[in-house]
């Protein structure tokens, strides 16, 4: 069964500092992976995703992410951490199926940004 | 374009009641899925809808039922709550069959 482990609960940083947040996962198959930010009372919105090719993805808010197969990973950085980017992150399998899909969610971690 | 919506944002019932939660997909998507997010937990997969009927669940019990209209959106229904689903519902949009998925903002469910 596929499932998504983000070892960190808590991060804080500071301001200005470079961020890195783990994302580990299980699938048999090639996987689809997502990275997406919550924050608090508000919806998922979608940071950044990877389907194939290039293992290093750019997103949103200056955010990447890099796939990396052997080590099952998909790590979450930014080089430079905004006050604004305190909020939740959530790693996501997607199971793609011919009838449908679904996303797997780690249990997400907790950003908090200190100035 | 607008994104996802769901209606309503909050909403309070007791124990027993039965619940409708409410979703229109982002324009051009023809997929629905829902997904439940308990307190300090990530999303849960519920069920996915297209072309009006269920495509996939997750382990969720018959107490939980949806439907897809002609027009795409989609409703959520929540027969003899119970106090542990009491959860931000989140609607999420795509297009069949292997689009992202969108979110919409959630609907907060409090069971008293």
């Known amino acids: 069964a596929q499932s998504v482990t983000q070892p960190d609960i808590h991060i804080t940083v500071s301001e200005g500092a470079s961020l890195e947040l783990r994302c580990n996962y299980s699938y048999g198959a090639t996987p689809y992976l997502f990275w997406y930010v919550q924050s608090p009372g508000q919806g998922l919105q979608l940071l950044l995703k990877?389907?194939?090719?290039?293992?290093l993805v750019q997103g949103i808010k200056g955010f990447e992410a890099e796939f990396k197969r052997s080590q099952s990973s998909f790590n979450l950085r930014k080089p430079s951490v905004h006050w604004s980017d305190a909020a939740e992150y959530f790693c996501?399998?997607?199971?793609?199926?011919?009838?449908?899909?679904?996303?797997?969610f780690g249990a997400g971690t907790i950003l908090r940004v200190k100035s | 374009d607008a994104g996802v919506t769901q209606s309503p944002t909050h909403l309070i019932k007791t124990r027993g009641q039965q619940v409708t939660l409410r979703c229109s997909p982002k324009?051009?998507?023809?997929?629905v899925s829902w997904y439940q997010q308990a307190l300090g937990q990530g999303p849960q997969f519920i069920f996915q809808y297209y072309e009006e009927e269920e495509r996939q669940r997750g382990n969720f019990p018959d107490r939980f039922s949806g439907h897809q209209f002609p027009n795409y959106s989609s409703e959520l229904n929540v027969n003899a709550l119970l106090l542990g689903d009491s959860a931000l519902y989140l609607c999420a949009s795509s297009s069949f069959p292997k689009e992202t998925q969108y979110f919409g903002p959630g609907t907060r469910l409090l069971v008293l």
């Open positions: 324009s051009g998507h023809d997929t």
């Open positions: 996501a399998v997607g199971k793609y199926m011919e009838y449908g899909n679904k996303l797997v």
């Open positions: 990877y389907f194939s090719g290039d293992t």
